[in-house]
């Protein structure tokens, strides 16, 4: 039986955050750890919402430019080498979706409940 952190999603896609720093090493050299903190990132929005769901948080590429502009245009790694924080946002929403959503694509999918139409009243403002 896999472990849970080593499991893998119905389609093979990466689901721990690691695995995602490991394919990132393998495809630009250095050490997961030189990109962990980027996968964590996406993935921290599990902590509030521990399924597939969580992903509509971070998981499109608003969050892919979200994620740039908190750890900066690029990250060296431990070989040196410079690598644009945007592709390995577009690696991560990648593996996990085979594709990258917008916000749009993600909201437009939820079904409207009318406590989220509320308006308040007059005189509770």
């Known amino acids: ?5 080593r499991r893998r999603g ?8 690691y695995h995602h720093a490991v394919s990132s090493a393998k495809k630009w050299g ?3 750890d030189d990109y962990l903190p980027i996968h964590d990132w996406f993935d921290a929005s599990k902590a509030y919402y521990a399924d597939w769901r969580h992903r509509a948080l971070r998981h499109h590429a608003e969050g892919i430019f979200m994620c740039e502009r908190l750890f900066g245009a690029t990250v060296t790694n431990a070989n040196g080498q410079v690598i644009p924080v945007r592709v390995i946002g577009e690696q991560h929403v990648h593996e996990d979706l085979r594709c990258i959503p917008s916000v749009q694509d993600w909201l437009s999918n939820i079904k409207s409940q009318p406590w989220m139409r509320a308006r308040p009243e007059a005189d509770n403002i």
Do not use: Y
């Not at 119905?10 to 955050?17: E, I, M, T």
């Open 1 to 5: 039986m896999e472990s849970l952190g």
């Open 30 to 32: 250095g050490s997961p």
């Open 10 to 17: 119905r389609r093979g896609g990466v689901v721990h955050p």
